[in-house]
């Protein structure tokens, strides 16, 4: 059997975390089993889906480099959702039901009140045609249901093991709404059994949904697929992260700067009993995952240890890795492999290097000396050691500074640092003064 998975997002948005999160796993489960990887696009709801958010999303698994073996869009296969529409209606197993949301609404309470559980009470199944053809009359329009067996639906989960939905305390499902639009249920369903999907893995706000949706595969004579869901993401502290995910979209966090790998890193690794640790690429994540290694509990997804990761990517990169990048900042083609190798260190992330570029390539804005301070830096120039500049020249230097002020420690470093860079932490200032030079450091000192 060749694996055949796939990440059906609705193109109501870009993605963030969360769902990247559904694509990696699927990704990397297929990949690391030698199998195919399909993008099916869910725009089924034709006023909240555009095609900007379509091509959004591409860009952003394209960016990650999740790249899809085959794509489509469920707009396309209308057709394939009316032909099963028509097999689950004349099979008695898609009933007609006119109740009003408010009907539905009051149905539900009065259950509660009654102690019992709000399962919908199938009044659309015992309808008369007499009764359907009144409720047409008053000019109200049918929405559908599926046909529930009843019956408790087992698969063996891939992450949460045996799973048993008993399928008589859920509402039998609505398919097809009152102005005759698709929910995502049936043409999910259609295009797993027409597309040969073999998993279908997917976060467990779903586990519900497989229950009706496994009892459709047989209801339309598909193979069911094995499942996979996946607990969600929570933030790190602990709380859920749906507020947020606005501002953790993939293509912010590629504006702020966090490398791809980094978020794969952390996305494949949390929630499961491998430790959190950067990966140089997807081919590596993919042959080291598994399902047995995701854990049941949510899966902490915590920016600092993304920022971390990141930093670990920024530290390793070359000059030539990076040369492109920074000719994209502010001074950035000024920079070179002497300046990278300097200020990478102490980046967390390439575009940090924009605070760097000034420093050394030109101007920085004269900082606030408190007190004395000022007049140290501008008595310091006096002690500064002949010739050119090396990294020897700040041990010397400082050396002489200390014994004719009487200065130490932070108290002798940090205006230095100041007055020199304008920051008050940064690269080891030996190294600092030498790409500096003379010329540039006695205008900052003066
Ligand atoms: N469009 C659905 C969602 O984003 C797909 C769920 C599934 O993978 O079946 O929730």
Avoid at 331 to 351: R, Y
Avoid at 375 to 387: N, Q, R, V, W
């Amino acid at each position: 059997m060749t694996v055949k998975v796939r990440f059906a997002p609705s193109p109501t948005g870009r993605l963030h975390v969360g769902n990247v999160r559904t694509a990696l796993i699927n990704w990397l489960f297929a990949k690391g089993q030698g199998g195919q990887f399909v993008l099916r696009i869910d725009d089924t709801d034709l006023e909240r889906s555009t095609k900007e958010y379509e091509d959004g999303i591409k860009e952003d698994l394209s960016w990650l480099g999740l790249e899809w073996d085959d794509t489509f869009k469920q707009s396309d296969r209308f057709a394939e959702y009316d032909k099963a529409t028509e097999k689950l209606k004349a099979d008695g197993l898609l009933y007609a039901c006119y109740e009003t949301s408010e009907e539905l609404d009051r149905k539900r309470k009065i259950a509660l009140s009654r102690g019992r559980p709000p399962v919908y009470d199938r009044a659309g199944l015992n309808l008369t045609e007499e009764e359907k053809a009144a409720f047409e009359a008053e000019g109200r329009k049918p929405h559908w249901r599926f046909k529930l067996s009843g019956n408790p639906c087992e698969w063996t989960d891939l992450v949460r093991g045996p799973q048993s939905i008993d399928t008589s305390s859920i509402s039998d499902p609505v398919l097809i709404r009152a102005d005759g639009s698709y929910l995502y249920t049936l043409p999910s369903v259609v295009d797993d059994i027409d597309a040969n999907i073999t998993h279908v893995v997917r976060g467990e706000d779903h586990v519900t949904n497989s229950g009706a949706q496994i009892e459709i595969f047989k209801a339309l004579g598909g193979t069911t697929p094995q499942m996979a869901h996946t607990p969600l993401l929570i933030g790190a502290d602990g709380q859920g992260l749906s507020k947020r995910l606005g501002s953790l979209s993939i293509q912010q966090l590629g504006q702020d700067g966090i490398e791809p790998v980094a978020i794969a890193s952390l996305l494949a690794k949390i929630g499961t009993s491998d430790a959190v640790e950067l990966r140089d690429d997807l081919q590596t994540l993919a042959s080291e995952f598994s399902f047995d290694k995701i854990g049941r509990a949510p899966a902490r997804f915590d920016e600092k240890e993304l920022l971390g990761l990141n930093a670990e990517i920024t530290h390793g990169l070359s000059f030539e890795d990076v040369k492109t990048r920074l000719e994209e900042l502010p001074m950035g083609d000024q920079a070179n492999e002497a300046f990278w190798t300097l200020v990478s260190e102490n980046l967390q992330k390439v575009s940090e290097a924009a605070i760097w570029l000034p420093v050394f390539f030109g101007d920085i804005s004269k900082p606030e000396l408190e007190g004395d301070d000022a007049s140290f830096i501008a008595g310091a120039a006096a002690h500064l050691p002949e010739g050119e500049v090396t990294e020897d020249t700040w041990k010397e230097w400082t050396n002489a500074l200390k014994e004719a002020t009487g200065r130490k420690g932070k108290q002798l470093f940090m205006p230095l640092r100041l007055a020199l860079t304008g920051q008050s932490h940064g690269p080891q200032m030996n190294k600092v003064i030498a790409l500096l030079g003379r010329e540039k450091l006695l205008a900052r000192l003066s």
